[in-house]
């Protein structure tokens, strides 16, 4: 039964990815990535740490980048409901036999770490020093006019396994792909916060990170940062599209920053509140849920992803041949 219900009384209250938090070679050459290309703000600069955030958003940061000896990520941030549902998280490990701590993080309160059954860094908190949104600072706007984070997207070595776990968490199915004839999955798209998702699991090499999709306002947007990027030396950072995804409905811009970190510009995905919100099936080799136009993905978008510090990474258990789509 690959496709679990809905489960609306999870043992604690997930509320969106928050933030990421990525190594770097090199932190003022990835500022001019983020922040002078793409149109981060920045909230702090603190040493060798960046800590920037979207237009739109209230909380201090979404996506840090550290100075680091490789460039791996070394967690994906929760916000949770309540000061109470980070107890219940631990409590909930505890019972899991997950391994998991209370960690001291900049900006942030009580802030839970622990590692999925995959090996995924999840680390959850609820407050988050708080800072003006920019929403109507037009004047501030650069770049791909960056509003908020919007999902991350992991490579699983068992992505029945991490839809499983996230499953029982209260996530909720919008999307998945299947080998075709069976219902071994592929890939899955989870959400919380009532889009298409909050967290992508694809079957590969893992547990590794594939990237980090940041919301944008508008298709132009994405279109006006292919001319910036290709006009002011960053053409080599354009990995795929612009285009629009078959799956998630979403337009789309892949980017790799300068230390191979892959971002998404991201918009135009829909509405997944209703309860009774039923998920799209899409075959694995319909070349359409990729991208609606029928344009390929390169290899590299298949294969290459950035580590989790010290976690152990393992050969997918679905055998990737069959099922992999054209190049
Ligand atoms: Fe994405």
């Not at 995924?120 to 109507?136: D, N, Q």
């Not at 055998?319 to 054209?326: M, N, S, Y």
């Amino acid at each position: 039964m690959p496709i679990r219900p809905p489960n609306f009384q999870p043992p604690f209250n997930v509320v969106r990815v928050a933030y990421v938090d990525c190594h770097v070679s090199e932190p003022a050459l990835s500022k001019t990535f983020w922040v002078d290309a793409l149109g981060l703000v920045v909230t702090e600069e603190m040493g060798d740490a960046l800590y920037l955030r979207g237009l739109e958003e209230r909380n201090h940061h979404s996506i840090v980048l550290r100075k680091g000896p490789d460039p791996d990520v070394t967690a994906i941030g929760f916000k949770v409901f309540s000061e109470e549902d980070l107890d219940r998280a631990a409590s909930y490990c505890a019972s899991k036999g997950l391994p998991h701590r209370f960690v001291e993080r900049p900006f942030q309160g009580r802030t839970l770490a622990f590692d999925d059954p995959l090996g995924t860094p999840i680390e959850l908190f609820y407050k988050m020093t708080t800072v003006p949104s920019m929403l109507r600072s037009y004047g501030a706007y650069r770049g791909a006019h960056i509003q908020r984070i919007d999902h991350v997207n992991c490579f699983s070595p068992d992505v029945q396994a991490s839809y499983d776990f996230f499953t029982e968490l209260g996530f909720r199915t919008t999307e998945y792909a299947a080998a075709d004839d069976t219902d071994q999955l592929w890939s899955v798209w989870l959400h919380r916060k009532g889009n298409v998702h909050d967290i992508a699991f694809t079957s590969g090499r893992g547990p590794r990170f594939h990237h980090v999709g940041v919301w944008v306002s508008s298709v132009g947007d994405i279109i006006h940062t292919c001319d910036v990027l290709s006009t002011t030396g960053w053409l080599a950072s354009m990995e795929r599209g612009p285009g629009r995804h078959g799956l998630s409905n979403a337009f789309f811009l892949y980017l790799r920053d300068p230390d191979g970190h892959r971002v998404e510009l991201f918009t135009s995905d829909y509405l997944t509140v209703d309860p009774d919100h039923e998920p799209t099936r899409w075959n694995l080799r319909d070349p359409q849920r990729q991208t609606l136009w029928g344009m390929p993905a390169p290899r590299s978008w298949f294969e290459e992803g950035a580590r989790f510090p010290g976690r152990v990474v393992r050969e997918p258990v679905l055998d990737a041949q069959p099922i992999v789509a054209p190049w």
